[in-house]
């Protein structure tokens, strides 16, 4: 594991400095986000594009009621290549600071498929220190109406003395029911120090610019039984 997390370091940091073939943003499928785990833009995302949007979430029983969203903007800077700042908070507290990378590696399958590489790196506020996230995305296109995107990764790959590291999973299957609107189901699985279950259905619809995600799934923490879940994110491109 951590040979593959060197390599996938490797990978974007080439992709960061230009030291790998450019691939082109008009190479690859149109894969839909994940609600929930968001991407820093399509991997077949254009140079210049700019997304700002905010994700809210609420646990519907149990003990934590509160409200956790998150703004935050993303920007291509490159065919490809997209950076994000995002702002975590729990009711109107301030609780993270969260950085992302994102770089596209290629695509499969006669274009049919994409993969890339995916690093988050966050500032806890209130426990403070600085953990870091690597993830191997895929995305595969199956017809013109079923898609999936893969993320496989680890947290917290800092190296520092002491950290627990926990594999991520998470695993999304989506359906066109038109150009404007998805179905999807998003199933997402971590080990280690913050060990959970998320399963959420959603749905996608775009409006021009705009568009909005919603769902109401299930969440399992570590020695809890499931609990239903609210999720909605509003998107706006620039």
């Not at 996938?8 to 839909?32: E, R």
């Not at 149990?62 to 065919?79: M, N, Q, S, Y």
């Not at 290549?81 to 995002?86: C, D, F, G, K, Y």
């Not at 690093?119 to 191997?136: N, P």
């Amino acid at each position: 594991m951590m040979k593959t997390s060197r390599h996938a370091l490797f990978l974007l940091g080439a992709s960061l400095l230009g030291l790998t073939p450019p691939a082109s943003a008009q190479d690859g499928p149109d894969i839909p986000e994940p609600m929930v785990f968001d991407m820093i833009r399509p991997l077949t995302a254009k140079a210049g594009e700019i997304e700002v949007n905010a994700l809210a979430q609420r646990d519907l029983t149990g003990p934590r009621g509160e409200l956790e969203w998150a703004p935050e903007v993303e920007w291509a800077v490159a065919d490809g290549l997209a950076v994000e700042l995002e702002l975590p908070l729990i009711n109107n507290r301030v609780v993270q600071y969260k950085m992302g990378l994102q770089g596209k590696l290629g695509t499969i399958r006669g274009g049919r498929g994409v993969h890339g590489v995916q690093y988050l790196g966050l500032h806890d506020r209130e426990a403070g220190g600085w953990t870091s996230t690597l993830l191997w995305l895929l995305g595969n296109r199956f017809g013109e109406r079923w898609s999936t995107m893969t993320m496989l990764g680890v947290g917290d790959v800092t190296l520092r003395e002491g950290n627990e590291t926990g594999t991520i999973v998470n695993h999304s299957t989506f359906y066109d029911l038109n150009r404007d609107t998805v179905v999807g189901l998003e199933v997402n699985r971590q080990n280690g120090e913050g060990a959970y279950w998320l399963l959420m259905p959603q749905i996608h619809r775009a409006v021009g610019k705009m568009g909005v995600q919603g769902g109401v799934g299930a969440e399992r923490a570590r020695g809890e039984r499931f609990r239903p879940r609210l999720g909605l994110r509003i998107i706006r491109e620039l």
